[in-house]
């Protein structure tokens, strides 16, 4: 499968964006899609994820609350919902697939990973 992020963009803190991370190629029920972002000077982390087939959702202490996180299975895109965005917020955002059905929150399980979307958030 291939991933294609996409929406970011700058807003001022308290305002919201919608990332969105269009995949092509077959997706399998077991597929779980996720979002992780890094941010200047850190590791990457993890925002969130969803399985394909049931929706079941899992998301960073972070961001639950704020963030939601959905797909659609009729044009194959998974997004990511992101309201009362904070400044700590900016990163470069990236979505990932992983074939296991296993909701995780670690990079490394991810076997495929599409190019990043900087997202930017002002004080």
């Known amino acids: 499968v291939q991933l294609q992020a996409s929406g970011g963009g700058s807003v001022q803190a308290g305002g919201s964006l919608r990332l969105s991370c269009a995949a092509s190629?077959?997706?399998?029920?077991?597929?779980?899609v996720g979002w992780f972002r890094r941010a200047p000077g850190k590791e990457r982390e993890f925002v969130a994820a969803?399985?394909?087939?049931?929706?079941?959702?899992y998301y960073s202490r972070s961001v639950k609350g704020r963030f939601t996180i959905s797909r659609d299975n009729a044009s194959n895109t998974v997004a990511l919902q992101m309201n009362s965005l904070k400044p700590e917020d900016t990163a470069v955002y990236y979505c990932?697939?992983?074939?296991?059905?296993?909701?995780?929150?670690?990079?490394?399980?991810?076997?495929?990973w599409g190019q990043g979307t900087l997202v930017t958030v002002s004080s």
């Open positions: 990932a697939a992983d074939y296991s059905g296993v909701l995780r929150d670690k990079p490394w399980f991810y076997s495929h």
């Open positions: 190629g077959r997706l399998f029920s077991r597929t779980v």
């Open positions: 969803i399985t394909w087939s049931g929706g079941t959702t």
